[in-house]
Nanobody
């Protein structure tokens, strides 16, 4: 089992920056990938970024590519999302998630509670 807790959300002006953190606990040793997703009111959940826990290989959604950077500290079991050049369209609840062997690779089995990011225009 993996427990995930996001933090770092808040209110920021357009063009500003914010850094989200996701603290993981439990059986994290076998985690394949960790990722960030977001969901705005009335919209479907959207993939933001992911990182291979061991490899460090990163993946980004088209809407955030070049602006957001995902990283992780394996020793601290912590996932980060550095968000720069924020736009009002980035306003959403941001969730971290873990892809583990529970349901196979490619499926995110554990999710955090979410942290609100609001970008003012």
């Amino acid at each position: 089992q993996v427990q995930l807790v996001e933090s770092g959300g808040g209110l920021v002006q357009t063009g500003g920056s914010l850094r989200l953190s996701c603290a993981a606990s439990g059986r994290t040793v076998s985690t394949y990938t960790m990722g960030w997703f977001r969901q705005a009111p009335g919209k479907e959940r959207e993939f933001v970024a992911a990182i291979g826990w061991s490899s460090g290989r990163t993946y980004y959604g088209d809407s955030v590519k070049g602006r957001f950077t995902i990283s992780r500290d394996n020793a601290k079991n912590t996932l980060y999302l550095q968000m720069n050049s924020l736009k009002p369209e980035d306003t959403a609840v941001y969730y971290c998630a873990a892809d583990t062997p529970v349901r196979g690779i490619g499926t995110y089995d554990y999710w955090g509670q979410g942290t609100q990011v609001t970008v003012s225009s």
